[in-house]
C-alpha cells in the first residue's frame, strides 16, 4: 500500500465538494491544480520582469535569425540540388538523344538492307516460279499425250474385250482365269483342281490337307438365278462329291436371286455361303474359308438344325460386314497416308530447289 498522509482544511463549500470526490478523482484535481498553478505563477513572473522579457525577446531574435540562416541554406541547397539534377538529366537526355538518333540511322540501314534480299528473294522466287509452271507445263502436256495415248489403246482393248465378253463362254472363262490366279495368290498352300469341264463339280476344288471345298463361279452381267443356285444344290447332293466337304457360290460382278451377301446354308450336310461382287473384294473368301474350317472342326455340334443354322448364317454376315468396313477403313488410311507423303515429297522438292539456287 502505498505511504498516505493527513491533511487539514477549512471547511467551506469547496472543501466539503472536494471530500465527496473518489481517492482517484481527489489525487487528478490536486495535480491538475498544482500544474496551473505553476504555469500562473510563471506567467506573473513574464508580466512583471522587464529582465525576464529582455531575455524572451533576445531569445525570439535568436530564433529568428537561426530559422532564417536555415531557411537561406536550405534555399541554397534546393538551387544547387536543381542545378545539378538539370545538369545531369540534361547530360542524360542529350547521351538518349543521340542513342535514339543512331538507333534510327541504324534502323534505316537495315530496312534498306531488308528491302534489297526481299526484292532479291522475290525475284529469285518469281524466276523459279516461272520455271516450275513452265516444267509443269511441259510436264503435264507430256502426260496428257501419255494418257491420251492409254486412253485410245485402252478403248481398242475394250471394244475388242467388249466382243469377247458378248461370248458367254468365253466371259466365263475370262471369270474362271481371273478367279484361279486370285486363289493361288491367297492360297499358296492349296491344292486347287479345274473342274469346270466335269460335270456336277462345280468350277474348282479346294484342297487343304484334310480340307476340301467346292467353289461355283459365275461371270454374269445380271444376277445369277435361281435356276443355277438349283444346279448348285443338286451337285452338292450328288454321290459323286461325297467328298466335298463345304462349297461356295461365288457372283464376280453381280448379286445372287433371293440371298443376302454372305448368306450361310447347309445343303446334305454340308455348309455353303453365297459371295456377291467377289471382284469388289476378293479377300473376303479367306473369311469364308476360316469359316468353314472352324464349323468342321466341332464335330460335337449338329449343323443341319434350323436354330444352329440362323445363328451361323447371322455371325457370317456380321463377320463379312465388320471385315468390309474395316477394309474401307483401311483402304482410307492409306490413301490419306499416300496423299500426305506425295505432299511432303513436293514440299522437301521445293525447298532443296530454293536451297540450290
Not at 469547496?14 to 473518489?22: L, R
Request: charged share 25%.
Amino acid at each position: 500500500m502505498d505511504d498516505v498522509f493527513e491533511l487539514y482544511l477549512p471547511c467551506d463549500k469547496i472543501t466539503n465538494d472536494f471530500a465527496t470526490k473518489p481517492n482517484k478523482d481527489k489525487l487528478r484535481i490536486i495535480e491538475l491544480g498544482t500544474i496551473m498553478y505553476d504555469n500562473a505563477i510563471y506567467t506573473q513572473q513574464c508580466w512583471g520582469d522587464k529582465e525576464w522579457q529582455s531575455k524572451l525577446a533576445q531569445l525570439e531574435a535568436s530564433h529568428k535569425s537561426i530559422i532564417f540562416s536555415l531557411e537561406t541554406n536550405n534555399n541554397n541547397k534546393i538551387n544547387d540540388i536543381e542545378t545539378s539534377t538539370h545538369k545531369q538529366y540534361t547530360s542524360r537526355i542529350e547521351t538518349l538523344q543521340q542513342t535514339i538518333t543512331s538507333l534510327e540511322l541504324r534502323n534505316t540501314g537495315l530496312l534498306s538492307q531488308f528491302q534489297t534480299l526481299h526484292d532479291s528473294l522475290e525475284n529469285k522466287f518469281n524466276e523459279r516460279l516461272k520455271e516450275r509452271l513452265s516444267e509443269n507445263t511441259v510436264t503435264h502436256n507430256s502426260r496428257t499425250n501419255d494418257l491420251q495415248a492409254r486412253l485410245d489403246s485402252s478403248i481398242s482393248e475394250y471394244e475388242v474385250l467388249l466382243g469377247r465378253n458378248n461370248n458367254s463362254a468365253n466371259k466365263g472363262k475370262d471369270g474362271e482365269n481371273a478367279l484361279d490366279m486370285q486363289l493361288n495368290l491367297m492360297f499358296p498352300k492349296a491344292e486347287f483342281d479345274d473342274t469346270c469341264k466335269v460335270a456336277g463339280r462345280g468350277d474348282f476344288i479346294m484342297r487343304d490337307g484334310k480340307f476340301v471345298m467346292m467353289i461355283e463361279n459365275k461371270n454374269y452381267s445380271k444376277n445369277v438365278q435361281k435356276s443355277e443356285i438349283d444346279k448348285f444344290y443338286t451337285d452338292l447332293k450328288r454321290e459323286q462329291n461325297n467328298d466335298i466337304q463345304c462349297a461356295v457360290m461365288i457372283s464376280m460382278k453381280t448379286g445372287i436371286c433371293n440371298r443376302d451377301d454372305f448368306a450361310f446354308e447347309v445343303i446334305a450336310g454340308k455348309p455353303i455361303l453365297f459371295i456377291h461382287k467377289w471382284n469388289e473384294n476378293p479377300y473376303v473368301l479367306k473369311i469364308a474359308v476360316n469359316i468353314f474350317k472352324n464349323i468342321l472342326s466341332q464335330n460335337s455340334i449338329d449343323i443341319a438344325k434350323g436354330d444352329m443354322i440362323t445363328s451361323l448364317n447371322n455371325i457370317s454376315k456380321l463377320v463379312k460386314r465388320n471385315f468390309s468396313s474395316q477394309k474401307n477403313m483401311i483402304d482410307k488410311h492409306h490413301s490419306e497416308s499416300l496423299e500426305n507423303l506425295s505432299q511432303i515429297e513436293g514440299f522437301f522438292e521445293e525447298l532443296y530447289g530454293i536451297i540450290n539456287k
